[in-house]
């Protein structure tokens, strides 16, 4: 009855007719049918096939709905698909399938009559602004389609069944490979590395720009080394280069010894008291590198674990993931009291 209101407002408009079809038994189904009569740019068509409702569909030029109550409106983007704008009460999921003077233009509500009946003076009128909302129409509503409703759909239970079974915590490249969805059922992490545990496996992430994942299946480890790490190569460098400047000082000095005189003479004349200390400070600067060396030698020597096994290369885990050993010990418990539980049957026959 809205739209024959909206008819009623236009009738003076012979360039614009008003088509209303769908089935009905009921008494505002007759109160439609009679109203359309009394008009001469309304026509009730009744029960249409869905031949006859695609052809319908295809010649209008708008579609009005002044639902009052509406869930999503499939019949606004059976529309929208052919291109045709849609003129809507906004209500329910009209509200955001057709965005106001992109796909369609919305009025205030189901009542407003007088604001549908501009809504399409305006439309007939502008012929570019009709493109326009055709183009956005056809393009919102291929968003609908079952096929990328499933894959979207599809791509929702995904996140959620890897959010609920901490897959998430897994890069993207590791999942991808994953044929069936697996349990994380622990994650650690320490600085740059990261652990997390399945029910299968161990997948290890290492580095800061270039993170490299290591998978490693629990039976890979056959045995796990307490171990400490030392910095020696930091140590070796250290000592290198204060036996470099130490022979340089006496043989070849890197920095020649007027350089250094004019150094200790500015010095001095400012600070007259500590011409001893820095005559005794660049004698001894040879000193500073295997210093340096050997702090960051004694405060890098790190505690940790190794994870060895027969076809694994050494894996080491600092102290800090003492509980991801401990897992990694639970499984493998609970995995050989599990073989030992079997029993062994033994199968005879007697042979002629």
């Given amino acids: 009855m809205g739209v024959l209101q909206v008819a009623e407002k236009l009738r003076d408009r012979t360039d614009i007719h008003f088509v ?7 008494e505002y ?25 695609l052809q319908l ?11 009052r109550m509406e869930a999503l409106g499939l019949a606004q983007l059976e529309f929208m698909f052919q291109g045709v704008p849609v003129i809507t009460s906004g209500v329910g999921g009209q509200s955001w399938i057709v965005r106001n003077g992109r796909e369609g233009i919305q009025v205030n509500g189901p009542a407003d009559v007088e604001g549908a009946a501009r809504a399409v003076i305006e439309l ?40 609920e ?6 890069p ?20 740059t590395q990261k652990v997390a545990a399945t029910n299968e496996r161990l997948f290890i992430q290492q580095g800061l720009l270039s993170r490299s994942t290591i998978e490693i299946p629990y039976s890979s480890v056959n045995s796990i080394e307490h171990m400490r790490r030392y910095r020696w190569g930091t140590l070796l460098i250290g000592a290198g280069l204060s036996v470099v400047m130490f022979t340089q000082h006496y043989v070849s000095p890197i920095i020649s010894r007027t350089l250094t005189s004019k150094v200790v003479l500015l010095v001095t004349s400012i600070l007259p008291t500590i011409k001893l200390q820095l005559s ?19 405060g890098g020597a790190r505690r940790g674990f190794a994870l060895h096994g027969a076809r694994l290369v050494p894996i080491y885990l600092p102290q800090s993931f003492g509980e991801t050993v401990q897992y990694i010990r639970e499984l493998q418990d609970q995995g050989q009291s599990s073989k030992s539980s079997t029993p062994n049957r033994t199968v005879s026959r007697n042979v002629e």
Avoid at 20 to 26: N, R
Wanted: charge should be neutral; proline fraction near 2%; include cysteine.
């Fill in 124 to 163: 007939v009128g502008d012929r570019s602004k009709w493109q326009k909302c055709s183009a956005n129409a056809r393009e919102r509503a291929s968003d609908f389609t079952f096929t990328k409703l499933i894959s979207k759909l599809d791509e929702a239970i995904t996140k959620e069944i890897e959010s």
């Fill in 57 to 67: 569909i295809k010649a209008s030029y708008l579609n009005i709905l002044l639902s």
């Fill in 165 to 170: 079974t901490g897959l998430a915590e897994l």
């Fill in 280 to 298: 005794q400070f660049l004698a001894n600067i040879w000193l500073i590198p295997i210093s340096i060396a050997l702090l960051l030698f004694l």
């Fill in 29 to 53: 189904a007759h109160k439609v049918r009679n109203r359309a009569e009394q008009l001469p740019n309304a026509t009730y068509m009744g029960e249409i096939n869905e031949k006859e409702k």
């Fill in 172 to 191: 993207t490249e590791v999942r991808s490979t994953l044929s069936e969805p697996e349990m994380v059922a622990r994650t650690w992490s320490h600085g």
């Fill in 20 to 26: 209303v079809a769908g089935s009905g038994d009921s």
